[in-house]
């Protein structure tokens, strides 16, 4: 507060005090420069200096005009191609006509339409021409440039007095003559045209401008048309390539009956209408013109046929666009076209005038006619202010007013600076057609700006059409590969910036073609590939060619890759089918042999097994499937007794049998033809030890022919007597079978269990000592198994309580088969077709145990029953049945 109060001397350096205390630094000037360090991390090491130096050193060009557009930058275009100005050339016509060209009208002529009030500042500028200086409003400054004055009339309302429109190729005043203007207009074009260059003139401007007059003239004042044609054959004639040229002429009118549609008529013959196809008049008649007298009478001729009518401003005022084509295709020579001369065409277009409706005071027809005058007149200053603006400023598009009319349709090259075209504006001078000029030269002038390239055209008669060559099918479809391909474009310096289109023909020749920077180039191939588009397109287009050709190349590659692939598939398929086949008919073969094998062998598989007093036999009959007999020793034979072959069962069926005095005999039971035959065989090689691992039965008695073996079956003392009777046969079978026994240890010596082997198999044994009924006597085949594992030799089975399931195993006499007795299970094996009575030695043995009488005598009661429920389990009544006829029939 004390501060505030005292005054403040101002010191000449000020310290801010901040809080915390900072200690204040000192002031740059005191200081000693501070060296920075160099490798200071805030300075950015190399920094290139700004290029000032080299920048002002670069050469600046000189200036230019202000509508001239920017020269395109040496990156882009290397070279500035040579752009030639469109040329406009402007035109007065005089103001007052001769009384011969005068033709009154119905509202006095030209006279009437002059009466227009005099401009003041006109008549002080052209003292000379006091009369016309009164009545004109266009005034030539130089051969450049004309200045239009206002009317006095129109000054009111009118900002500017005057306009100046400068930048013409040429302003032909009112004196000058058809020769002169000839001389500057149209002879550039014909002699380009001699040279191959085409080119078009057209004539615009108000109607009674002078148009008509410019472009045709009369008899004593010739028009551009017949000078031309004189000018040309007057060469051809002083070159002498009268023979080596031939010109045509064309000339056709586009107007619109009554306002509607436009139609094409040919000027030269009633040919009725014609039609426009892109850019070519179908039908339309180009007669051959040998000299300018007959060309001129053409033309002449074409004018009589030409739509025209009296107008107010004009008293012949055309009523149609006039196109005449003069075309020069060089001559064939020996079939041959010559290399020097080319083909070129020259255009001249009279256009009907623009026409002002108060002034021509059409009405009716007329106005319909006017309008559609005016439309087309319309439509073709636009399409050239398009093209203009396109060009100032190449982002704004082309607009295709061009497809608005029929005659833009048709220059439409032209109208898109593709080609050559010089215009040329006709106007009256007159006040009174102020409007008209002041409009059309406000319109036309600008188009002087117009650039289009001066290109040599391609010779049409050799690169428009090629001849098709005639391929085989194949070659045209690489061709269509191929033909992308053959096209590089490349952009060389030899032309300036236009692209080189680089051909490669069939004898693979390169051909070069010159597209133009701004222009669409149809390059007629095989294909009909068509390239349009500036330089940077074309580029843009060639590199997605390229892409294309790449992308088309790999896809080529990789669909042929996977066509071989597909290939050895398909072969790979048809050998494994082969294979398979094969496998197939071997393996079908080999079931038949199999079955030949079987069907031939004499025996089956049959083992059997001695348990206690009784022969147990299994006679394989299928692949899980066993018939099993048990049959009873007798005194000779420990086997006697065979049960039937099942139906099925197309094998013989044999059974091991050991006589008394240990001989060997096999019972064998063979089927053949339907008749069952029984044989019964006799005693063969003596073998003492049934444990031997295999016996070959080489000796089978005598057969005795069985024809029911359900009779052996049913009677099992026939059987047994065949099988003695058999001892005695002499008759021996070939056949034999092997077989293998394994003897199991039973405990408790009950014969309940065994197994025997037959070929490739275990068959068990099960025999229930309780249960006598047959269900209980089951075999099972028990596949051999792996040789790795081999069994305790010396098995002990114990059976069941119930001998249900009955756990059997077996030990292998042959040390190389590991047997594996499993477990045997009546429901669990097939049933035998046909149930055997049960063993009646078991029978026999357990009779002793049985007491019938028991059963019968047995406790009532609650206790009596359970007790018989019991044993009742465990013997079924069929047993206990049989044990009661065997205890009869025995008397025990
Ligand atoms: N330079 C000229 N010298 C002499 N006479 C001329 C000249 N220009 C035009 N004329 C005459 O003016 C009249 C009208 O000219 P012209 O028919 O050529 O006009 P135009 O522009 O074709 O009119 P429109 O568009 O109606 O057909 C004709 O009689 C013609 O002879």
Redesign the pocket.
């Known amino acids: 507060m004390e501060e505030m109060k005292t005054p403040i001397s101002c010191p000449k350096t000020v310290t801010v005090r901040r809080n915390p205390y900072r200690k204040a630094r000192e002031t740059p000037s005191s200081t000693v420069p501070f060296p920075l360090p160099l490798s200071s991390p805030s300075v950015p090491p190399d920094i290139p200096k700004f290029p000032i130096q080299d920048i002002l050193s670069v050469d600046l060009p000189e200036n230019r005009r202000a509508n001239e557009p920017d020269p395109p930058s040496s990156s882009l275009s290397p070279k500035i191609p040579e752009l030639e100005n469109l040329k406009v050339f402007l035109?007065i016509?005089?103001l007052t006509?001769?009384k011969s060209?005068?033709?009154p009208s119905k509202n006095g002529g030209d006279e009437v339409k002059n009466a227009w009030p005099k401009h003041p500042k006109t008549k002080n500028l052209l003292k000379k021409r006091v009369k016309k200086v009164s009545e004109v409003c266009v005034t030539v400054n130089d051969s450049h440039s004309v200045t239009v004055s206002t009317p006095n009339s129109l000054q009111e309302s009118k900002r500017v007095k005057s306009e100046v429109y400068q930048g013409f190729s040429h302003v032909f005043s009112?004196e000058?003559s058809?020769a002169e203007v000839y001389e500057k207009l149209v002879h550039p074009l014909v002699e380009d045209f001699l040279r191959g260059k085409s080119g078009m003139l057209a004539?615009l401007?108000?109607?009674?401008?002078?148009?008509?007059?410019?472009?045709f003239g009369?008899i004593r004042?010739p028009g551009m048309v017949p000078l031309a044609l004189r000018h040309i054959f007057a060469q051809e004639e002083s070159n002498g390539n009268q023979v080596s040229r031939t010109f045509y002429l064309s000339m056709f009118e586009i107007s619109s009956e009554k306002g509607k549609s436009e139609r094409i008529f040919d000027l030269l013959q009633e040919a009725g209408e014609l039609y426009l196809q892109q850019s070519a008049i179908k039908g339309l008649q180009e007669v051959i013109i040998n000299d300018a007298l007959q060309a001129e009478s053409l033309v002449a001729h074409g004018m009589l046929r030409r739509a025209?009518a009296a107008?107010n401003?004009?008293?012949?005022?055309?009523r149609s666009q006039c196109i005449i084509n003069i075309c020069c295709m060089p001559k064939k020579i020996d079939g041959e076209f010559d290399n020097e001369s080319k083909s070129s065409s020259l255009t001249i277009v009279?256009?009907?005038?623009a026409?002002r409706e108060k002034k021509t005071g059409n009405k009716g027809l007329r106005m319909l006619q006017s309008n559609f005058?005016n439309n087309t007149s319309m439509v073709f200053g636009l399409c050239l202010r398009s093209l203009l603006e396109h060009q100032k400023n190449p982002k704004k598009p082309l607009q295709k007013h061009f497809q608005n009319s029929l005659l833009t349709r048709y220059l439409r090259e032209y109208l898109e600076g593709k080609k050559r075209m010089a215009l040329v504006l006709?106007l009256r001078p007159g006040e009174e057609d102020y409007l008209e000029t002041s409009n059309l030269l406000r319109q036309a002038s600008p188009y002087a700006q117009i650039k289009f390239k001066s290109v040599e055209e391609p010779d049409k008669t050799k690169c428009t059409k090629r001849p098709i060559q005639i391929l085989p099918r194949a070659d045209l479809k690489r061709m269509k590969f191929s033909s992308v391909q053959a096209y590089s474009i490349n952009e060389t310096t030899d032309h300036g910036d236009q692209p080189q289109i680089k051909e490669k023909d069939v004898n693979g020749n390169l051909t070069e073609i010159l597209v133009e920077s701004e222009a669409c180039v149809g390059c007629e191939a095989n294909e009909g590939i068509y390239i349009k588009g500036g330089p940077i397109q074309l580029e843009k287009r060639n590199r997605e060619h390229h892409i294309m050709v790449n992308f088309a190349k790999a896809l080529w590659n990789v669909l042929k890759q996977y066509k071989e692939k597909l290939e050895m598939a398909e072969n790979e398929i048809c050998c494994l089918r082969d294979n398979l086949t094969c496998e197939k008919k071997r393996s079908s073969d080999l079931e038949n042999e199999v079955r030949d094998l079987k069907s031939k062998s004499s025996f089956p598989d049959v083992a059997s097994v001695e348990v206690g007093s009784s022969f147990v036999v299994a006679t394989c009959i299928g692949t899980n499937s066993f018939e099993v007999q048990n049959y009873q020793k007798d005194e000779n034979w420990y086997a006697h007794s065979i049960a039937e072959n099942s139906q099925d069962s197309k094998d013989v069926q044999a059974v091991d049998m050991h006589h008394k005095n240990g001989a060997i005999g096999v019972w064998t039971a063979s089927h053949s033809g339907g008749n069952e035959r029984c044989e019964a065989a006799g005693p063969g090689e003596h073998l003492q030890d049934l444990k031997d691992s295999e016996k070959d039965y080489s000796s089978v008695s005598n057969a005795t022919n069985v024809t029911d073996t359900k009779n052996v079956e049913r009677d099992d003392r026939r059987m047994e007597n065949e099988g003695t009777d058999s001892e005695s046969a002499t008759s021996r079978s070939p056949s034999y079978v092997k077989t293998r026994e394994v003897r199991v240890q039973l405990e408790e010596e009950e014969p309940a269990i065994s197994a025997a082997t037959i070929p490739d198999s275990v068959v068990s044994f099960s025999l229930s000592p309780i249960t006598a009924s047959g269900d209980n006597f089951s075999a099972v085949k028990i596949d051999q198994l792996s040789h790795e594992k081999k069994l305790d030799p010396s098995v002990t089975v114990r059976p069941s309580e119930d001998a249900l399931p009955t756990q059997n195993s077996g030990d292998c006499t042959d040390p190389n088969i590991v047997c594996s007795i499993a477990a045997c299970n009546s429901q669990n094996t097939e049933k035998p077709k046909r149930r055997l009575l049960p063993a009646s030695s078991i029978l026999l043995k357990d009779i002793g145990s049985l007491a019938v009488e028991e059963e019968i005598d047995k406790p009532k009661g609650a206790r009596g029953d359970k007790r018989v429920a019991v044993e009742m389990r465990n013997k079924s009544k069929g047993s206990i049945s049989l044990l009661r006829l065997l205890r009869n029939d025995l008397h025990l």
Not at 205 to 215: L, N, Y
Not at 313 to 318: A, I, K, R, V
């Open positions: 035109r016509r005089p006509l001769p060209a005068q033709k009112d000058s058809q004539a401007g108000p109607t009674g401008s002078g148009k008509t007059h410019t472009v009369c004042e025209t107008t401003s004009n008293s012949q005022s055309s009279d256009l009907a005038g026409e005058i006709t």
